[in-house]
């Protein structure tokens, strides 16, 4: 049963760090969300280290301008690891082929840019989807338009047997008020049609081996019953976090406000209904990280 916690506080001295979603958490894709740079800047005051851990495709130096834009001060974090980063070092090194389809939001291009950290790299080039050995996924082109629209494509793109790489798995955001579709949801319809969809984000393995090595650039080796995750995806944050069997903190006040009856707290019950129907244990919850 989850504990709820009133303040980072509470529990942080556990931890030695922090795996911290952005989205929903420290931004609701507008503005920084205060209390939560407030509680993320004594964790670091106090000597944790803290690594943005998110689902963006965007690669780290994307994200961090995005950071500046939305108002999160550099002092409320030490580094980032993204989807983006881990599927491009998955795309160069051909998982995908080399003449892939790519579908994404305009200005995705960048997620084609040569990367550092692969030896001898594939020539990756975008072509149309005749042409394809493979599909790349960095968002849906319209985030308003429901995934279905992409069927005759995807079934296209099944019977040629092309895999598909997923840069972000989140199904939805929020920006601000509206919720919009993301990588995640056409991945989940590319698979639902039979075909086969490549995760290198939350709640996959890989993002989590890439956050640890950026957490190991920064000092000392911690052990995982040292990290604490934090973030309102049930299905990715969470699910993630006990995939790689370290502790967890539920943000109920992002993606799961509504099911959970959050305003500043969760209502117990409802929390307690809703991670029984998603077959969801995080260790803690907390309306909102502060």
Known sequence: MTRIISSLSEISAQYDALFVDLWGCVHNGVHALPGAVSALQAYRAGGGKVVLVTNSPRPRAGVTKQL??????DDAWDTIA???DSARSAMFRGVVGQKVWHIGY?????FFEPIGVVRDPVDVASVPLDEAEGIVCTGPRDPMADPSVMRPEF????QRGLKLLCANPD????RGDVREWCAGALAALYTEMGGESLYFGKPHPPIYDLARRRLAELGPQVADDRILAIGDGVLTDIAGAMGEDIDSLFISGGL???ETKTIDQPDANALSGYLEKEKSSPTYTIGHLR
């Open 155 to 158: 079934l296209l793109a099944k």
């Open 106 to 110: 305009p200005g995705d291009e960048r």
């Open 82 to 84: 993204t989807s983006g």
């Open 171 to 174: 199904i939805v955001v929020d």
């Open 256 to 258: 799961a406000a509504e």
């Open 68 to 73: 500046v834009h939305f108002g999160v001060p």
